[in-house]
């Protein structure tokens, strides 16, 4: 009896140590269970989270890859109207161009109008040069304080060298970002709601001033200019025979030989009004000669297309005189429009003014300001809104045998930088500056640096600056009669195989 109620207490005993055995082992297997569903689903997390960054970079890099296309058309587009703008006919420029067509999807760019005149293509010699404006140049202009206009100038002296963006302005005591890129626009504008130039008047130092006021010294038929400001030779007495016809070079150098020296194109005017030529051979004289080694002029205006703001700024020149040049545009022939003397062949100027006026003046546009998006739409709905559009900003130059890109920068953000402006920012702002410099966003779109000499693709339908850095290029002869040379211009640029930025 004893014996049999011992077993059963041990039996009972061994069982509650069984059952304790198999709870602890339960509790341990759920536990390592969910330690492993844990590590499964943090593994699991992390791959997602790095195909998202990496599909997110892919998207990144594919658009970017898309902005580089756009590039390479921009600049086919420009040079196949080099003959147009030889003939001081200002660059055209679709709306939409179509990059690629994949699988029902479309890659586009888009151009935004920008500019005063809202223009897709905005010549850069409709702006006032900052590196030769002066104070009475600025104090024309309403909305900018007297005392900033006696800055700007002397700031720039003040350091001795020009200006090489907008932003620089920046450094200047009373420029702030709203005098420079005018108020924000509004929501809904796209990525030109920085651009502060879409009312009918200028209202920032951007809507009136440029940097990248630059031109070749070419006559319409493609050749150098001839420089007067030489000591005469039979050389120069050739050349002006073969352009002037015989004869000319012992009148020029009579003249040359009398004392008189053409340190200026100002001189040029003034010795044509002295022998009372007739402004109608003016043309042909201010189109063919120049007072400079330079092959490069600087700071000139374009009275074909500045606007009437900007041309009364000009000394000589009024409100109204300027209005009057700007409406007598639209009944220009051909032969006037690539002259700068028209005002004076149409009587709108009196010819001695142009004595300080002429060589302030020009009829063509080499380099243009471009600003676009590039993205992705439905091919069945190509003017539908794009796919996760980046924006750009870019300024060609065509002032070489082919056109370059003095600058670029991505601009998608441009409008949440715009409202964190600030003094205590400038180096912030000057990022998004209308200009590029050594810091901005040309490495941002990575590959860049090969656009300058772009094979043609399939598409539908600033002062003088500092001396070349040894990576710029080289002066050239035109290469034909719509060439141009090449040369220092104001722009950045990375050349092929280059790790540092051409100034």
């Known amino acids: 009896m004893m014996r049999r109620r011992s077993d059963r207490q041990s039996g009972r005993r061994a069982l509650r140590r069984s059952v304790r055995r198999r709870g602890f082992v339960i509790i341990t297997v759920f536990i390592v269970v969910g330690a492993l569903l844990l590590l499964t689903m943090g593994l699991l997390s992390r791959a997602q989270l790095e ?52 699988r029902n999807r479309l890659g586009v760019m888009r151009l935004q109008a920008i500019g005063v005149e809202q223009s ?23 909305f900018i304080p007297v005392d900033v206009a006696q800055r700007i100038p002397a700031f720039r002296e003040a350091r001795g060298r020009p200006y090489t963006s907008l932003a620089d302005l920046l450094e200047v005591d009373g420029v702030d970002a709203e005098l420079l890129f005018g108020p924000p626009r509004g929501e ?20 009136v001033l440029t940097v990248f006021g630059v031109e070749p010294a070419l006559q319409r038929n493609g050749r150098l200019r001839i420089n007067l400001n030489t000591p005469w030779s039979d050389e120069l007495g050739g050349r002006l025979n073969e352009r002037f016809g015989e004869g000319t ?12 020296t053409f340190e200026s194109d100002a001189k040029l005017y003034e010795v044509m009004l002295f022998f009372k030529m007739e ?73 001695a003014t142009y004595a300080t006026l002429g060589p302030k003046l020009t ?82 779109v990575e590959g860049f640096s090969d656009v300058e000499a772009p094979a043609a693709p399939e598409v539908d339908r600033d002062q003088q600056p500092e001396p070349p850095s040894p990576v710029s290029e080289e ?29």
Do not use: C
């Open 475 to 503: 002066i050239e002869a035109p290469a034909s009669s719509a060439g141009t040379t090449s040369g220092a211009r104001m722009g950045r640029w990375r050349t092929l195989g280059s790790a540092s930025n051409a100034g």
């Open 51 to 102: 195909l998202t960054a990496t599909s997110q970079a892919t998207a990144t890099a594919q658009r970017h890859a898309l902005a580089r296309s756009a590039v390479r058309v921009l600049l086919h587009e420009f040079d196949r109207q080099r003959e147009d703008i030889l003939a001081s006919n200002p660059a055209v420029l679709d709306e939409q161009y179509t990059l690629y067509d994949l």
């Open 249 to 260: 070079d012992a009148i020029v150098k009579d003249i040359m030989g009398n004392g008189t």
């Open 120 to 142: 897709r293509a905005q010549p850069e010699s409709s702006l006032l040069d900052v590196n030769h404006v002066t104070t009475e140049m600025l104090n024309a202009f309403e």
């Open 279 to 351: 402004p109608s051979e003016w043309p042909e004289v201010v189109d063919a000669l120049t007072t400079s080694l330079d092959p490069f002029l600087y700071g000139r205006l374009n009275i074909n297309t500045a606007s009437a703001d900007v041309l009364a700024a000009l000394p000589e020149l009024d409100m109204e005189t300027a209005a009057s040049i700007v409406d007598a545009r639209q009944s220009l022939t051909d032969e006037e429009r690539q002259t700068e003397v028209w005002p004076v062949l149409r009587d709108l100027v009196p010819a």
């Open 363 to 444: 009829t063509r546009s080499w380099t243009y300001r471009v600003r676009f998006e590039v993205g992705e739409v439905n091919a069945e709905d190509s003017e539908g809104d794009l796919d996760r559009p980046l924006g750009f900003e870019a300024v060609i130059d065509l002032a070489s045998p082919r056109a370059r890109l003095a600058a670029l920068r991505e601009i998608t953000l441009s409008p949440i930088a715009y409202e964190l402006r600030g003094a205590e920012i400038v180096g912030e702002i000057s990022d998004f500056s209308t200009e590029n410099r050594e810091s901005d966003d040309i490495q941002s």
């Open 188 to 207: 809904g504008d796209g990525v030109s709601s920085v651009d502060p130039s879409f009312d009918t008047a200028p209202r920032a130092l951007a809507d």
